[in-house]
């Protein structure tokens, strides 16, 4: 005879605890060449669920999906098969359903609707993680590299006189310096020349403080104020002054949401990716540097936000056994779809699960399942 179990919920609204989601971008070809930029090769959720060290997940950025999942938060890829949408409730890994949305030096152009769909997310409160890399860092040879793409990310505008005015310029006032511009192609490490104010939630952060990051080719930012007042510098090239230009990463707001941005994705990378590739280090834990706690006090700070999915927590869940439901575990996988009912007959492992109304998805609740 299988034995029962009872399912409590143990957080409704928002407090400290809360599980943030967490969508790694893998369709624009973040894998091609030498790199490996995914938090583990197993999509969309990684596996295994239950992971004892960052090496049990296989990617170059596995530290970084381990810590948050280590917090307590869910990490889930969108695979390379998929596509970016906003709105639409019968897409599982739509962006309605994340906080924080990362990209890891994409190599193709987001198509007209996947611009739309990123913006309309961000401006709805959502988080938006920009990781690009070198000018001329194309490593599928198709003619984009990732500071064109996210140069490019807006639909189109009107000429502003900007090189590549048309994409995140006008929008969030970041803009990645490619051919012919400076510092396009720097090493910086390490470089301590950051914001040193305590207000700094970016410096200054959940995690720790930041008293150094790296660069290994990568490229420098010029801020615009004047397309968006809120963009923020964090940390500059060495020995440049603090202002708009050379700056190495940023912050702004956009709506409700916010954006950061970095303009190297070696500092993410935690030296571990797919077998036989030789071109890998550990930037994420470098000695000298404090390359994690940016990207992580960074992540924290994007899913505090005023996002889509925190607005689920501001009315409570009221719990109908005949309603029917999603339920995850704490890494995103999905275990069970349908009337809670029929949910008890299932057998899973005691733990933390994240229940979510499927009538109106933007409510959820974290369970424990006590067998």
Known sequence: MKKGFFIFIILIYISPLSAYRFLFDLTKHEDAGNADWVIDDDWPYPY??????????????????????????????????????????????DLMYFDVFIIPEPQNPFSENEKQAILEFVANGGGLFLVADHNSSDRDQDGWDSPRVFNAVSPTLPDTGLLYGFGVDTIFGIHFNVTGEPSNYIDDAPDSNVNDLPSDSIIFGEIGRVYAISYHAGTVMTLYPSYNP??????????????????????????????????????ADDGTARPGNQHIYDGWREAGCNNRVIFLNASLWL?????????????????????????????GRKVFTGK??????????????LLKSRENPKKTARVIILK
Request: aromatic content about 12%.
């Open 303 to 331: 899913a505090k936000s005023s996002s889509p999915i925190n607005e689920r927590n501001d009315n409570s869940l009221k719990i109908n056994m005949e309603s029917d439901y999603d339920i995850f575990s704490v890494t």
């Open 48 to 93: 295994p669920d239950n992971p004892v060290a960052d090496t049990a997940w296989h990617g170059a950025i596995s530290s970084w999906g381990y810590e948050l999942y280590m917090m307590g938060h869910e990490v889930v890829t969108l695979p390379p098969w998929d596509s970016i949408t906003y709105g639409n409730p019968e897409h599982e890994l």
């Open 230 to 267: 809120s963009v923020t510098a964090h940390v500059w090239k060495t020995d440049m002054p603090h202002d708009t230009t050379y700056v190495m990463f940023a912050t702004a707001e956009y709506g409700r949401g916010r954006v950061a941005a970095i303009g190297d994705s070696s500092p």
């Open 340 to 353: 809670l009912n029929a949910f008890y007959h299932i057998d899973l492992k005691s733990g933390i699960y």
